[in-house]
């Protein structure tokens, strides 16, 4: 089992940044493939990073690619999702979310724990 708590979100203007992180419960955190995701009202949950267990791979979704960086260090249990040059449309609530190993699928449903999301709004 492992319990996901996220933090950092707030209110930015656009073209500012915020870092989200998030703190796993357990002590085989580095071998949990993490990813991040996001969902603004009225739309489905998206994918937005993913990060393999020891860091080695990383993933983004094209619509934050060059402005969102997904980092972990295992030794604190925590994944982070720096996020600069933030656009309106990134608003959303933003969740984390864990499975056993790295797939490459990006689906949510690939994934087993969540946490329970932290909100993100981007003013213009």
């Known amino acids: 089992q492992v319990q996901l708590v996220e933090s950092g979100g707030g209110l930015v203007q656009a073209g500012g940044s915020l870092r989200l992180s998030c703190a796993a419960s357990?002590?085989?955190?580095?071998?949990?493939?993490m990813g991040w995701f996001r969902q603004a009202p009225g739309k489905e949950r998206e994918f937005v990073a993913a990060?393999?267990?020891?860091?080695?791979?990383?993933y983004y979704a094209d619509s934050v690619k060059g402005r969102f960086t997904i980092s972990r260090d295992n030794a604190k249990n925590t994944v982070y999702l720096q996020m600069n040059s933030l656009k309106p449309e990134d608003t959303a609530v933003y969740y984390c979310?864990?499975?056993?190993?790295?797939?490459?699928?990006?689906?949510?449903?690939?994934?087993?724990?969540w946490g329970q999301g932290t909100q993100v709004t981007v003013s213009s």
């Open positions: 357990g002590r085989t955190f580095s071998s949990y493939a």
């Open positions: 990060i393999s267990g020891r860091g080695a791979i990383t």
């Open positions: 979310a864990a499975k056993p190993y790295y797939n490459g699928n990006y689906a949510a449903g690939d994934y087993d724990y």
